[in-house]
């Protein structure tokens, strides 16, 4: 099974391959081609007959192999390098100047519309269709009326006309172009009825070829189509183009409800009746008489021409409504357009304006890197020679650091951003358990404040008075006044309320620092237990901030001193053994900073 389909694979590459090899090969001839019908030494007669030899092989070759893309791709190849223009240039011209070659002139014309069906223009395909196709149209409508006058050359004119209905049955836009041109009308107005038979024959054959041609015309196409069959019946007495034009009309009307274009041919069942009975076609001409003649047609006629004056008078009214409050809207467009105008200049000021600060941004970092770079090459020239190697290695190793914390900072940034949300949970809790822990404080201070209202007053337990002391009192007592005595009073009572105020202040602060020195111990032990910085995790860093808004700033301090010395111009630390902070800040940091 393996070597079966291994085979298969195998038999598809060299398919494959052939193909491509084949398109090349079709790509330089074509090529060649072009080339040689460009030549100027030619006639237009040799010009004729080079390109039906050359295509007549072309198209051979590419409809040899079982992939039909080939010939696809060998047309959509003639297209793009403009030999189908020169094959329709070629068809233009006058029969005397192809010294009478018709039949060659035939053939290209043959095989000119054959190239022109199942082209795949790609990028050029409104060209193809809006532009080319209508010429060659036209080129092969030129031919034809050339050879209509010519009564020798009927069955060169019957090969023309074959190959207008395979051009018009691949695409049935042309169909209005054809009825509505010039070379037309003159084939038309030939005196051999052959000529017009053989039209109306190509008209009946692309209706019963394909369903779908009438229904892909456009309503001017059908009515010129109509016109065209309907205008045999007044200008030409011949039964079998007569005939022909009955059975054209009732292949129309079996395909398309013809009633409402046959309406316009007012007298078209009487001149039938009179004219064309006994003909041998008399079943055909009752049913188109009948077709003529049916009334369904004229009540949905009414009812459009109703409706039609309905629309109209509803459109009048809308339109005499909106001229009444024209100038009104003419004032508003033309300020909403001024706004516009004036806004869009507005951003075009501001665009340009960033664009000019963007410009000098951009300038002054070229020059101050130019200055950098030559104050750089200064003062590598003023370094000794032994010393530039380790300077420029020292610079490799700054550079390799800054794009190691950049690329770590771009890691760092992407790893919070994708743990924001366990991030704001941690947040929250921490939160929480910082309101928790606010709670249970004030109600351990309020529960402390409370037993130590509760307990005595501050002077019981010590030892009372003695007599003597009792009675010294006394004798002071009875020398000072009342008032003295009230003053003396009230100097004891606020002596007692503000000791016993300094009790409680007392009390607070040993609370506070017995809650400093356990919160101090467990950062101790923390910092103690805490991994190496290879193995920190974002969750982890905010476990290791100090709330201690001086502890915190006295770590900011010492660390950003730190990476100050570390980042002194390398000019400052040639030759230096000493520390370059001074001896607060190495104590700060727990050692000495060596360079």
């Known amino acids: 099974m393996f070597l079966v389909r291994l085979a298969q694979v195998c038999r598809k590459a060299y398919i494959i391959v052939d193909a491509l090899s084949l398109m090349e090969q079709h790509e330089e001839a074509v090529l060649r081609l072009k080339q040689q019908v ?25 409809a040899a192999p079982k992939d039909g893309g080939m010939l696809t791709r060998f047309k959509s190849l003639l297209y793009q390098s403009g030999i189908l223009s020169h094959c329709v240039t070629l068809l233009t011209l006058d029969l005397q100047k192809l010294q009478s070659n018709c039949k060659a002139a035939v053939t290209l014309a043959s ?29 092969l409508l030129s031919l034809a009326s050339r050879l209509a006058r010519r009564a020798e050359c009927v069955s060169l004119f019957r090969r023309v006309m074959d190959s ?37 024959q190509m008209w009946i054959n692309l209706c019963t070829a394909s369903s779908d041609f009438l229904s892909s015309l456009s309503d001017d196409a059908i009515l010129l189509l109509l016109n065209e069959a309907v205008g045999q019946f007044a200008v030409t007495s011949d039964a079998s183009l007569g005939g022909a034009s009955v059975r054209l009309i009732l292949h129309m009307a079996n395909q398309l409800p013809l009633q409402p274009f046959l309406f316009n041919f007012k007298g078209l069942d009487s001149l039938l009746d009179k004219d064309w009975r006994g003909r041998g076609f008399d079943q055909e001409v009752d049913q188109l008489i009948a077709l003529t003649q049916s009334r369904e047609i004229l009540p949905s ?112 940034r992407r790893r919070i951003d994708s743990q924001r949300d366990s991030l704001r949970l941690e947040h929250a809790q921490q939160h929480a358990a910082r309101t ?82 356990a919160h101090t111990h467990t950062q101790l ?46 000019w400052r630390t040639l030759g230096e053994t000493a520390s370059v902070l001074n001896p607060k800040e190495e104590m700060e940091l727990g050692g000495e900073v060596r360079s």
Request: glycine letters at 4%.
């Open 436 to 517: 928790l822990q606010r709670a249970v404080r004030r109600f351990l201070q309020e529960r402390q404040a409370a037993k130590v209202l509760a307990s005595g007053p501050c002077w019981i337990g010590h030892k009372g008075l003695t007599d003597s002391r009792r009675a010294v009192l006394k004798r002071q007592s009875s020398a000072v006044s009342r008032q003295q005595c009230e003053q003396l009073h009230n100097d004891v009572q606020w002596r007692l309320q503000a000791l016993l105020q300094q009790a409680v202040q007392q009390k607070r602060e040993e609370q506070k620092i017995e809650s400093l020195l």
């Open 301 to 412: 006629v009414d009812r459009v021409r109703a409706a039609c004056v309905i629309q109209a008078a509803w459109k009048s009214y809308l339109t005499r409504r909106r001229l009444k409050c024209l100038s009104g809207v003419v004032s508003m467009l033309q300020r909403r357009f001024r706004a516009l105008r004036r806004q869009q200049q507005q951003q075009r000021d501001a665009q340009r304006l960033q664009e000019e600060l963007n410009f000098q941004v951009c300038l002054q970092r070229q020059q101050a890197r130019r200055k950098f770079h030559q104050k750089q090459r200064e003062l590598l020239q003023l370094l000794p020679p032994d010393q530039v190697q380790p300077y420029l290695l020292e610079c490799q190793v700054r550079a390799a650091v800054l794009i190691q914390s950049a690329w770590r900072g771009f890691l760092a």
């Open 38 to 62: 460009e030549d100027t030494s030619l006639s237009p007669a040799d010009r004729i007959n080079l390109l039906n030899d050359t295509l007549k092989r072309f198209l051979n070759m590419a």
């Open 164 to 200: 207008v209905s395979w051009l018009l049955r691949a695409h049935a836009q042309l169909t209005t172009q054809v009825l509505s041109s010039s070379y037309y009308a003159l084939i038309q107005g030939c005196d051999e009825v052959t000529m017009s038979l053989l039209f109306v």
């Open 111 to 139: 095989l000119t519309s054959s190239c022109c069906v199942g082209v795949e223009p790609g990028e050029l395909s409104e060209t193809f269709h809006r532009l080319f196709l209508p010429s060659v149209m036209d080129g």
């Open 525 to 570: 032990d923390r910092l103690k237990d805490a991994p190496s910085l290879s193995a920190v995790m974002a969750t982890d860093i905010k476990s290791f901030l100090s709330p201690s808004g001086t502890i915190a700033t006295r770590g900011r301090d010492a660390h950003n001193s730190r990476l100050q010395a570390h980042r002194l111009p390398w």
